[in-house]
């Protein structure tokens, strides 16, 4: 059986070898670094990867303009705020998308989860977006 880690290794092999202009590749760091978090789990990871999915699912970034967001939201500040951590992440795993079919089927899927892990952080939606609207438009 494979580690989560192991399973994080193939799906991002694929969604780099994919060479997509939209970059999904992100989205999966986001996901993955969402439902992973832990005590130990730095601030800056955890509202960078909720920023991400804000800005994917409420959006509609790319996964492009997701990594130049984060680039300028780390330029622009540095202390970033210690978020809740839910007890249940997400209904959908990284193993759900790798189940899925490569291709269309495997990027809905990857979408699903990047859902369902944002909706798991739903007492931290207020927060992220007043957030990212301050740093990226304010």
Request: hydrophobic share 40%; charged share 25%; with cysteine.
């Amino acid at each position: 059986m494979k580690t989560v880690q192991e399973l994080y290794n193939e799906l991002a092999y694929y969604t780099l070898s994919l060479g997509d202009e939209e970059f999904i590749h992100q989205h999966i760091v986001d996901a993955f670094g969402a439902q992973n978090a832990g005590e130990k789990t730095k601030p800056i990871g955890i509202c960078f990867a909720l920023a991400g999915l804000y800005l994917y699912l409420e959006k509609d970034y790319t996964g492009r303009q997701v990594q130049l967001a984060h680039m300028q939201m780390a330029k622009k500040r540095k202390k970033w705020p210690a978020l809740e951590l839910p007890e249940n992440r997400g209904d959908i795993t990284i193993a759900d998308v790798l189940d899925a079919e490569p291709g269309e089927e495997r990027r809905e899927m990857i979408r699903k989860w990047c859902d369902s892990v944002w909706k798991a952080y739903s007492q931290s939606h207020d927060i992220v977006a007043a957030l990212v609207n301050v740093v990226l438009y304010g």
